[in-house]
Nanobody
Framework: VQLVESGGGSVQAGGSLRLSCVAS????????MGWFRQAPGKGREGVAA????????YYADSVKGRFTISQDNAKNTVYLQMNSLNPQDSAMYYC??????????????????????WGQGTQVTVS
């Protein structure tokens, strides 16, 4: 699975961005798709996840109510709508995909080891 992210950029605090992740090279559905972020000097943090082709979504407490993960199955694309951004949201954002059949759950979606495929990342800077 190849993953290509886009949509990052620089915004002021309180602003919004929408990240996109296009998956190719394999069947999109029936796998866990996640967004992670990593700030300089920090570990990779799970932000949100969705089960490709399904309805289940998961969020980190730090982004609940501000970020929304969604998907367009016809376009093999996962989105992350980010509202009310603050400087603590500044990081490189990565899209990740699990192997087909990988099921998201509330206790596993945020574990980087669940995902075997990663994009190159897109930078988000909030000032």
């Amino acid at each position: 699975v190849q993953l290509v992210e886009s949509g990052g950029g620089s915004v002021q605090a309180g602003g919004s961005l929408r990240l996109s992740c296009v998956a190719s090279g394999a069947t999109y559905s029936s796998r866990c798709m996640g967004w992670f972020r990593q700030a300089p000097g920090k570990g990779r943090e799970g932000v949100a996840a969705v089960y490709a082709g399904g309805d289940s979504t998961y969020y980190a407490d730090s982004v609940k109510g501000r970020f929304t993960i969604s998907q367009d199955n016809a376009k093999n694309t996962v989105y992350l709508q980010m509202n009310s951004l603050n400087p603590q949201d500044s990081a490189m954002y990565y899209c990740a995909a699990g192997a087909r059949g990988t099921i998201c759950s509330g206790s596993t979606w945020f574990w980087p080891g669940l995902y075997g495929y990663w994009g190159q990342g897109t930078q988000v800077t909030v000032s």
